[in-house]
């Protein structure tokens, strides 16, 4: 029979940990965005509850150079305690660039090329929000990592490639797939665990997966629920906002870390 993996509980675990930790704590968020952002509002408005600072920058037709200096200038900025780089950049933005200019500990999202490093090598310093909330539903169900076949569907940057560093130092046997992967099927029958991080709606379904498998859902609405076999997060009240929650979390240790 499926099962949920309720994220709720977890996220108000993780909000009560930040409002302990904002007690001792005062920090202040430096936001950029360049279009309008559904995730930006969301966490605007979690940090208005929380009483968490933070300033916004929109930025309207930017060329990296602006970016970058920009993130100089925050970097500099002893009041500023966490910078976020809020996707899709435009186009025409070296993103990578940009996020080689964020301060390591002021890389909330755990974007910078140092950070990676640091969690391939099983040393993290800031790990990805989206990441850290994928861990913490396993370990909130006591899913064990070790020996376990976990088919990582997307091979983005920020998420699925730290995902991965964050599943082998874990003991997990780790298969990465992507648009040119062949036989996608026959690489999730024979996983224990499958987290999609495409956004394409129903790109696979639980029909294609062995009994007990666990979903995490990530692109949500990656996976089409056609049977009865599987566990897997909800589209709504998932991942998303866990990863807000975490977020904020990373904010509080980037403030003890530059104290």
Same mark, same amino acid.
Request: proline share 3%.
């Given at each position: 029979?499926?099962?949920?993996?309720?994220?709720?509980?977890?996220?108000?675990?993780?909000?009560? @940990?930040?409002?302990?930790?904002?007690?001792?704590?005062?920090?202040?968020?430096?936001?950029?965005?360049?279009?309008?952002?559904? *995730?930006?509002?969301?966490?605007?408005?979690?940090?208005?509850?929380?009483?968490? %600072?933070?300033? %916004?920058?929109?930025?309207?037709?930017? /060329?990296?150079?602006?970016?970058?200096?920009?993130?100089?200038?925050?970097? $500099?900025?002893?009041?500023?305690?966490?910078?976020?780089?809020?996707? =899709?950049? =435009?186009?025409?933005?070296?993103?990578?660039?940009? *996020?080689?200019?964020i301060n390591i500990n002021k890389d909330i999202d755990g974007v910078n090329p140092i950070n990676q490093y640091y969690l391939s090598i099983n040393r993290p310093n800031i790990v990805n929000s989206t990441v850290?909330?994928?861990?913490?539903?396993?370990?909130?169900?006591?899913?064990?990592?070790?020996? @376990?076949?976990?088919?990582?569907?997307?091979?983005?940057?920020?998420?699925?490639?730290?995902?991965?560093? *964050?599943?082998?130092?874990?003991?997990?046997?780790?298969?990465?797939?992507?648009? @040119?992967?062949?036989?996608?099927?026959?690489?999730?029958? /024979?996983?224990?665990?499958?987290?999609?991080?495409?956004?394409?709606?129903?790109?696979? $379904?639980?029909?294609?997966?062995?009994?007990?498998?666990?979903?995490?859902?990530?692109?949500?609405?990656?996976?089409?629920?056609?049977?009865?076999?599987?566990?897997?997060?909800?589209?709504?009240?998932?991942?998303?906002?866990?990863?807000?929650?975490?977020?904020?979390? /990373?904010?509080?240790?980037?403030?003890?870390?530059? $104290?």
């Amino acid at each position: 029979m499926s099962r949920v993996l309720e994220c709720s509980t977890l996220v108000s675990v993780i909000l009560t @940990k930040v409002k302990k930790g904002l007690k001792k704590n005062t920090p202040f968020l430096a936001i950029i965005t360049f279009n309008d952002s559904k *995730y930006c509002k969301l966490l605007i408005d979690k940090c208005l509850e929380l009483d968490i %600072h933070f300033k %916004h920058y929109n930025l309207y037709n930017p /060329n990296t150079r602006d970016v970058t200096s920009l993130i100089d200038k925050l970097n $500099k900025d002893d009041e500023i305690t966490g910078i976020l780089l809020v996707e =899709p950049l =435009p186009k025409n933005i070296d993103k990578y660039a940009c *996020y080689d200019a964020i301060n390591i500990n002021k890389d909330i999202d755990g974007v910078n090329p140092i950070n990676q490093y640091y969690l391939s090598i099983n040393r993290p310093n800031i790990v990805n929000s989206t990441v850290l909330a994928v861990i913490k539903i396993l370990e909130s169900y006591n899913i064990s990592l070790s020996g @376990k076949n976990v088919t990582i569907i997307g091979r983005s940057y920020n998420i699925s490639r730290p995902l991965a560093s *964050y599943l082998i130092n874990s003991d997990a046997t780790v298969s990465m797939c992507h648009s @040119k992967t062949r036989d996608l099927v026959s690489l999730l029958k /024979n996983s224990d665990i499958v987290i999609s991080v495409t956004g394409v709606n129903n790109l696979f $379904k639980s029909s294609d997966l062995k009994d007990g498998c666990i979903v995490i859902d990530v692109g949500l609405g990656d996976v089409l629920i056609d049977s009865d076999n599987i566990s897997y997060t909800p589209k709504t009240k998932g991942v998303g906002p866990l990863s807000i929650a975490c977020l904020l979390e /990373n904010l509080v240790t980037s403030c003890k870390k530059l $104290k």
